[in-house]
């Protein structure tokens, strides 16, 4: 797939994989960045639709070995979304865009694909093992599975990133089997160059958990930071992607 042609932004992760010391903002994230992405002019990325086929990239052979499983090859394809700067989800710069598409592999190593525009209106989910906050949201959203209040023909992955070995819950395949995630997930890649979680930083994550909603044309209908109810979480879909 064509790389993803990023602008410069506040790398998600400092070093090699001295890692999830990285975006320490569980549930948000206070900090600024003083390059504006919205400033950088970059040319529209013409995606194929991604195929259902594991990726072509593989992992860096850098990686240490704590954390080998934890982190997963990742193709990308798309424009980056500007970093979330805003609780107000009209006010997003990001909203309207089209959602880059995301090639991965599960914990199992089969492969997983966020493509909206293919396969129809997802909800995408940032978590990390080791923050609170996305401990108690994941109970919330298997709350509105069990009830059956999420929309049937919704598509609803995670992303696991931000793995720390030396964070709580490690490793996090483990720990999503643990939380009863039932859905599809993706284990982020990492540029080591870079400094960066791959989809994460392609997904404009701004703290955790982080959902992005993107309707069936692959464009970016909302994003939020932090935990929500229920109740929120229901009312944004029926809000953004309405039926």
């Given at each position: 797939?064509?790389?993803?042609?990023?602008?410069?932004?506040r790398p998600l992760l400092a070093g090699a994989l001295a890692a999830a010391l990285l975006l320490t903002a569980c549930g948000g994230d206070d900090s600024s960045d003083s390059s504006d992405a919205s400033d950088v002019t970059v040319p529209a990325v013409e995606c194929p639709p991604a195929p259902s086929s594991a990726p072509d990239s593989t992992v860096p052979d850098a990686i240490p070995d704590d954390y080998v499983g934890s982190i997963g090859p990742v193709d990308l394809c798309g424009n980056p979304l500007p970093e979330l700067a805003t609780d107000v989800i009209a006010d997003d710069s990001a909203v309207g865009m089209t959602a880059p598409t995301v090639v991965g592999v599960d914990f199992a190593g089969d492969p997983v694909r966020i493509d909206p525009a293919q396969d129809g209106a997802t909800m995408v989910v940032f978590l990390a093992h080791w923050c609170p906050h996305c401990n108690a949201e994941i109970p919330v959203l298997n709350e509105l599975r069990d009830a059956g209040r999420l929309p049937d023909d919704l598509n609803i992955v995670a992303?696991?990133?931000?793995?720390?070995?030396?964070?709580?819950?490690f490793p996090p395949g483990d720990w999503l089997v643990d939380m009863d995630w039932q859905w599809p997930a993706i284990a982020d890649g990492v540029d080591i160059?870079?400094?960066?979680?791959?989809?994460a930083e392609a997904y404009g994550v701004s703290g955790f958990p982080f959902v992005v909603l993107v309707d069936g044309e692959g464009k970016v209908a909302a994003r939020w930071s932090g935990e929500s109810t229920a109740d929120e979480t229901i009312d944004r879909i029926a809000t953004h992607l309405p039926a």
């Open positions: 797939m064509n790389p993803l042609d990023r602008p410069v932004r992303v696991s990133t931000a793995p720390n070995a030396n964070g709580s819950n160059d870079e400094g960066s979680f791959l989809t």
